[in-house]
């Protein structure tokens, strides 16, 4: 890829679109193309073969989606396949019909059925059936997925998608209600911290596993994808099961993440966790062996990782 290849970032304010235009630039690519909701509407077939018909970039990193947490999924199930669906198939066409060189589409781990063994394998996608809760989102990325080895197959093009584990980080939702168990936790300590309170409470036991990628971690796993050599690529992928996994390949509890988050926030007080609370899935781990193979790997710690977040948290709070 030349440092001068012009590269649409669509989604760049989101959490991943914005660590991958902070990657982007600390590595040199100085030729970066955004838009906001307001300036494009990825849903509006038109406005987005307007918009590739004017710029035709070279490379697209398709991390723009409709997302929300168990809550928004259940209530508006229709705008989580819907909207997901139009922004994948607008974009990947018009990217078709403009001959990008390369698109990265940037899917999730929630594409694996519910039942799945851990970790999990690549393989795994469609073998049963997909958590009911979000079962909308997760069909709308499968679709991403296999848009991209359709348009492969049939037109020689050269699309590819990643499926990241849990991430949080630089620009995370800290919605008191909305937001993942990284941020909402990290909230809620930081608040106790300020408000001398003698307990944070956690939900459910602590014993749920969960795998935790820092999302700068994410931005540069995936750059190395979209700048493989196709033969590399191709060795280490299959034209219909070509999607990569990208997390640590190592979980912990959520106490021992709770524990961390509490020495990083320098919270003295007691840790509680509420049993009547539901644990959610017992273990969520990803197979990062394909990527590992390809030639990389993790380089934040989960404590180090906090420690960049909530620093970030502070700066934001002060501002």
Known sequence: MNKNSKIYIAGHRGLVGSAIIRELEKQGFNNLITRTHKELDLINQAEVQSFFQQEKPDYVILAAAKVGGIHANNVYPADFIYQNMMIEANVIHSAYEYQVKRLLFLGST?????AVQQPMREDALLTDVLEPTNEPYALAKIAGVKLCESYNRQHSTDFRSVMPTNLYGINDNFHPENSHVIPALMRRFHEAKINNDAEVIVWGSGKAMREFLFVDDMAQASLFVLAL???TYQANTKPML????VGTGVDVTIRE???????VVGFKGKLVFDTTKPDGAPRKLIDVARLSKMGWQ?????EEGLAQTYQWY??????
């Open 298 to 302: 993790y380089s934040v710690t989960l």
């Open 314 to 319: 502070l700066e934001q709070d002060n501002k």
């Open 229 to 231: 050599n196709e033969e």
């Open 242 to 245: 070509s999607h990569i996994n």
């Open 110 to 114: 929630c594409i694996y059925p519910k």
């Open 257 to 263: 993440m709770a524990q961390t988050m509490k020495q």
